[in-house]
């Protein structure tokens, strides 16, 4: 049996392995943008609301769905980290060195930026959004 | 010069020694001196040279400390004292700072990654003249009483032309446009450099952390300074030709200035202090017998402080009015952004737990360095917190903060990885008891002017004050903050004569004096101007300890590794250091420095309204620009035509 594996495993792969790494980055800066920049214009339009949506909801939503995806990309960087933790005999020890390693900072910095998103939810919770 | 060498490492023969020479070698002229493309000696004059700017920076502040010595000093005028503390500031951020571990990395990267030069040596020799250029167009303002005199951070509407006339803005917009022209390249150099030329063998997981932590940096650059080279071109033109970008009359926006200015300005404190971390992490193991504990942690820190840096920008404007909801995302980033720092501060700890300690000056420094900087590090994280802030915001209580983060942050691994790769720039070693002076005088000068500063701030003295009026807890402290402050700058002398002592009379250093892991300690001391003999293979994290990767540049070493025919070194893969091809290294070049000349050219035209030289001044760049980049005639040969 071969122990390549297919172009679609590869692609597969690669593109899982980037979530993991950029994942949480990626998501956090999302975030960082939507609830920031929403806050403040709806803000000083003088309005708590988009549309029919009451602002607060909004900003939730830029709050969850970066969260959720950011624990995506934790659960991704933990795959690849068991993965990489035994390689089978005659594997180029480098890529797998280095992979390793890429897992161990995807996991730690996804986590790091989950706890800033958590810690905006909560603000939400506490927080009117347009108070100065 | 007269040094030991190593001896000729067995892997290249007389022959190919004496071709490398031929090939890399630039015999002593003054055409060579000024077209040289050789990064060890760029690196050495944008070393030499920021320490001079350091120094004109320095004397501007003692200039302020003198004068706040006393309540009621008349020593310097508003007007004067406006401009030095705006020079100060501006010239220790962007002259200094940057620049001089910009020229740490220069010398260094691609030593340390195996490399015969930088990535696009004439790139690198050009970012160097720039940096020179700007910064005498800066300086050279002072003279005339037309420097800066904004603050470095330069808030409009204060700067505006109809609150700052005069030419003082001007010179700063301008100067740190042409600047941004220096950093931005060096940085794609070093990317670039850091990507592509590692030795063959050292994969992601084997990169020094210096390496890391200087393209990190030379992304962050990458990313924050469109922001303020905007920043800039807009005053300008709203000061020059009457734009209304922050007049909110014509619906413009004053926070505008603010929010672009510190979307660079916060990822810059990183900037600043991230290749001086990456120092820190170099010198360690060499003092401590051992490699850095957490490698992959450190790493880890190095990629998340980064990016989180982009994330913290709002807490330099906690005072401007903008919804509370809007803050605590910043506040919940910039208390966070401690925790990565904090894991770097633990692993050093770790690392001298676990070694066996060293106390040369390099490790004094060191020392030095973890206590000050996690001073530094705590009224941080207070100024994270949004209602400490606002109550402290523009006092004497934030010069104190800054100061200890960058003074600890950046200095001290400065002197250290001075002390540590002293021998290896000059060939010499440096003495170890002026050193120790130094290092004593510069701690105790630091602290003696520094820490006072928390108390007159927390007592309500505000910053950027020429002078004041008798306060209780003022004067006494602002007396001991300047008696501290002239003996911070014996203590620099010290360092500065220590250099010059070892430059003239320190006994020759052999090529690793220290027994260090890195691989710019496996070649001479200085090194030959092609580097390395034979390129090394590398088979570990620490290749100067790792008999396989010592042994990759001795005997059984093979051709494609010597590359003697050429002045040639090798590209290899982003990723696991794979080697792909060969690459041509471009030769010295006097286009770098005629094309700095036509920018200075440009800018200083730009700044005295001479808008037709400028005018001809940008042809010139445009022309020099062009020849640079023209294909060169290549050989028939290389072409594929058969003779």
């Given at each position: 049996?071969?122990?390549?594996?297919?172009?679609?495993?590869?692609?597969?792969?690669?593109?899982?392995?980037w979530?993991?790494?950029?994942?949480?980055?990626?998501?956090?800066?999302?975030?960082?943008?939507?609830?920031?920049?929403?806050?403040?214009?709806?803000?000083?339009?003088?309005?708590?609301?988009?549309?029919?949506?009451?602002l607060?909801?909004?900003?939730?939503?830029?709050?969850?769905?970066?969260?959720?995806?950011?624990?995506?990309?934790?659960?991704?960087?933990?795959?690849?980290?068991?993965?990489?933790?035994?390689?089978?005999?005659?594997?180029?020890?480098?890529?797998?060195?280095?992979?390793?390693?890429?897992?161990?900072?995807?996991?730690?910095?996804?986590?790091?930026f989950?706890?800033?998103?958590?810690?905006?939810?909560?603000?939400?919770?506490?927080?009117?959004?347009?108070?100065? | 010069?007269?040094?030991?060498?190593?001896?000729?490492?067995?892997?290249?023969?007389?022959?190919?020694?004496?071709?490398?020479?031929?090939?890399?070698?630039?015999?002593?002229?003054?055409?060579?001196?000024?077209?040289?493309?050789?990064?060890?000696?760029?690196?050495?004059?944008?070393l030499?040279?920021?320490?001079?700017?350091?120094?004109?920076?320095?004397?501007?502040?003692?200039?302020?400390?003198?004068?706040?010595?006393?309540?009621?000093?008349?020593?310097?005028?508003?007007?004067?004292?406006?401009?030095?503390?705006?020079?100060?500031?501006?010239?220790?951020?962007?002259?200094?700072?940057?620049?001089?571990?910009?020229?740490?990395?220069?010398?260094?990267?691609?030593?340390?990654?195996?490399?015969?030069?930088?990535?696009?040596?004439?790139?690198?020799?050009?970012?160097?003249?720039?940096?020179?250029?700007?910064?005498l167009?800066?300086?050279?303002?002072?003279?005339?009483?037309?420097?800066?005199?904004?603050?470095?951070?330069?808030?409009?509407?204060?700067?505006?032309?109809?609150?700052?006339?005069?030419?003082?803005?001007?010179?700063?917009?301008?100067?740190?446009?042409?600047?941004?022209?220096?950093?931005t390249?060096?940085?794609?150099?070093?990317?670039?450099?850091?990507?592509?030329?590692?030795?063959?063998?050292?994969?992601?997981?084997?990169?020094?952390?210096?390496?890391?932590?200087?393209v990190?940096?030379?992304?962050?650059?990458?990313?924050?300074?469109?922001?303020?080279?905007?920043?800039n071109?807009m005053?300008f033109?709203?000061?020059?030709?009457?734009?209304?970008?922050?007049?909110?009359?014509?619906?413009?926006?004053?926070?505008?200035?603010?929010?672009?200015?510190?979307?660079?300005?916060?990822?810059?404190?990183?900037?600043?202090?991230?290749?001086?971390?990456?120092?820190?992490?170099?010198?360690?193991?060499?003092?401590?017998?051992?490699?850095?504990?957490?490698?992959?942690?450190?790493?880890?820190?190095?990629?998340?402080?980064?990016?989180?840096?982009?994330?913290?920008?709002v807490?330099?404007?906690?005072?401007?009015?903008?919804?509370?909801?809007?803050?605590?995302?910043?506040?919940?980033?910039?208390?966070?952004?401690?925790?990565?720092?904090?894991?770097?501060?633990?692993a050093?700890?770790?690392?001298?737990?676990?070694?066996?300690?060293?106390?040369?000056?390099?490790?004094?420094?060191?020392?030095?360095?973890?206590?000050?900087?996690?001073?530094?590090?705590?009224?941080?994280?207070?100024?994270?917190?949004?209602?400490?802030?606002?109550?402290?915001?523009?006092?004497?209580?934030?010069?104190?903060?800054?100061?200890?983060?960058?003074?600890?942050?950046?200095?001290?691994?400065?002197?250290?990885?001075?002390?540590?790769?002293?021998?290896?720039?000059?060939?010499?070693?440096?003495?170890?008891?002026?050193?120790?002076?130094?290092?004593?005088?510069?701690?105790?000068?630091?602290?003696?002017?520094?820490?006072?500063?928390?108390?007159?701030?927390?007592?309500?003295?505000?910053?950027?004050?020429?002078?004041?009026?008798?306060?209780?807890?003022?004067?006494?402290?602002?007396?001991?903050?300047?008696?501290?402050?002239?003996?911070?700058?014996?203590?620099?002398?010290?360092?500065?004569?220590?250099?010059?002592h070892?430059?003239?009379?320190?006994?020759?250093?052999?090529?690793?004096?220290?027994?260090?892991?890195?691989?710019?300690?496996?070649?001479?001391?200085?090194?030959?101007?092609?580097?390395?003999?034979?390129?090394?293979?590398?088979?570990?994290?620490?290749?100067?300890?790792?008999?396989?990767?010592?042994?990759?540049?001795?005997?059984?070493?093979?051709?494609?590794?010597?590359?003697?025919?050429?002045?040639?070194?090798?590209?290899?893969?982003?990723?696991?250091?794979?080697?792909?091809?060969?690459?041509e290294?471009?030769?010295?070049?006097?286009?770098?420095?005629?094309?700095?000349?036509?920018?200075?050219?440009?800018?200083?035209?730009?700044?005295?309204?001479?808008?037709?030289?400028?005018?001809?001044?940008?042809?010139?760049?445009?022309?020099?620009?062009?020849?640079?980049?023209?294909?060169?005639?290549?050989?028939e040969?290389?072409?594929?035509?058969?003779?």
């Amino acid at each position: 049996m071969s122990t390549h594996p297919g172009p679609r495993a590869r692609l597969t792969g690669g593109l899982l392995f980037w979530y993991a790494v950029l994942g949480g980055a990626i998501a956090w800066a999302v975030h960082l943008l939507a609830v920031w920049g929403v806050d403040e214009l709806t803000c000083a339009g003088g309005r708590e609301r988009i549309g029919a949506l009451p602002l607060r909801a909004v900003i939730g939503a830029a709050v969850v769905l970066p969260a959720l995806a950011t624990v995506g990309a934790l659960l991704a960087a933990a795959l690849v980290w068991r993965r990489t933790s035994h390689p089978p005999e005659g594997v180029d020890e480098r890529p797998v060195g280095r992979g390793r390693m890429a897992a161990v900072v995807a996991i730690w910095s996804n986590l790091l930026f989950l706890t800033i998103i958590v810690l905006g939810g909560i603000a939400l919770l506490v927080l009117p959004p347009c108070l100065r | 010069m007269s040094t030991t060498a190593a001896a000729p490492a067995p892997g290249a023969s007389r022959e190919d020694l004496a071709a490398l020479e031929e090939r890399w070698g630039e015999r002593p002229s003054l055409r060579s001196w000024f077209g040289t493309v050789d990064h060890k000696r760029i690196g050495r004059r944008y070393l030499v040279t920021a320490g001079f700017f350091f120094i004109l920076a320095g004397l501007s502040a003692l200039a302020m400390r003198t004068q706040l010595a006393r309540p009621e000093s008349r020593l310097l005028s508003p007007q004067e004292y406006n401009q030095l503390f705006t020079m100060h500031g501006t010239a220790m951020i962007f002259l200094f700072a940057t620049p001089m571990l910009f020229g740490f990395g220069n010398f260094l990267v691609p030593l340390m990654i195996g490399s015969r030069d930088m990535a696009f040596p004439k790139l690198n020799a050009l970012g160097y003249w720039v940096f020179l250029f700007a910064g005498l167009f800066m300086w050279a303002s002072l003279p005339f009483g037309a420097a800066p005199n904004g603050g470095w951070f330069a808030y409009v509407p204060l700067t505006e032309r109809t609150n700052t006339p005069g030419l003082h803005m001007d010179v700063y917009s301008l100067g740190l446009l042409f600047l941004g022209i220096a950093t931005t390249a060096g940085s794609i150099n070093f990317i670039v450099t850091a990507l592509k030329l590692r030795a063959p063998g050292m994969s992601l997981n084997r990169v020094p952390l210096f390496v890391w932590a200087i393209v990190a940096t030379a992304f962050m650059v990458i990313f924050a300074l469109p922001a303020l080279n905007l920043d800039n071109a807009m005053l300008f033109l709203d000061r020059r030709f009457g734009t209304h970008f922050f007049d909110p009359g014509a619906a413009g926006n004053v926070l505008l200035w603010q929010h672009l200015f510190w979307i660079f300005g916060h990822p810059d404190v990183y900037i600043i202090v991230m290749p001086a971390l990456g120092i820190v992490s170099a010198v360690l193991p060499a003092f401590t017998r051992r490699g850095v504990v957490g490698y992959p942690l450190i790493v880890f820190a190095i990629v998340a402080i980064s990016i989180i840096s982009f994330g913290v920008w709002v807490h330099h404007m906690f005072a401007t009015g903008l919804p509370r909801l809007s803050y605590s995302f910043f506040s919940a980033a910039s208390t966070i952004i401690t925790i990565p720092s904090g894991i770097q501060i633990f692993a050093w700890l770790a690392t001298m737990a676990l070694g066996r300690v060293v106390l040369k000056v390099p490790m004094l420094f060191l020392i030095g360095f973890v206590v000050t900087f996690v001073l530094g590090g705590f009224t941080g994280t207070m100024f994270a917190l949004t209602a400490f802030d606002q109550q402290v915001t523009d006092s004497y209580f934030v010069v104190a903060h800054f100061h200890y983060v960058l003074i600890g942050g950046a200095v001290f691994p400065m002197l250290a990885g001075i002390y540590y790769w002293l021998p290896k720039i000059t060939g010499r070693m440096y003495h170890e008891g002026l050193g120790r002076w130094a290092f004593w005088l510069v701690f105790a000068g630091m602290h003696v002017t520094f820490f006072p500063m928390h108390l007159y701030g927390l007592f309500g003295m505000p910053r950027r004050v020429y002078t004041y009026r008798s306060e209780p807890g003022w004067d006494g402290w602002n007396l001991v903050s300047t008696a501290g402050s002239y003996l911070l700058a014996i203590g620099l002398l010290l360092v500065l004569i220590g250099v010059l002592h070892a430059i003239r009379r320190g006994r020759p250093a052999p090529p690793d004096p220290w027994g260090a892991d890195s691989l710019e300690w496996s070649t001479d001391s200085p090194p030959k101007p092609y580097n390395f003999p034979v390129l090394p293979r590398v088979h570990s994290l620490h290749p100067t300890w790792d008999e396989a990767s010592r042994e990759s540049m001795g005997a059984g070493a093979t051709r494609d590794r010597i590359l003697a025919d050429g002045r040639r070194t090798l590209l290899t893969s982003e990723l696991d250091g794979s080697r792909e091809r060969v690459v041509e290294m471009p030769e010295a070049s006097l286009q770098p420095l005629v094309l700095a000349l036509a920018m200075l050219v440009f800018f200083t035209a730009m700044l005295v309204a001479w808008y037709p030289v400028a005018a001809v001044a940008a042809v010139a760049v445009a022309a020099t620009i062009a020849v640079w980049l023209w294909p060169p005639r290549r050989p028939e040969r290389e072409l594929g035509v058969q003779p």
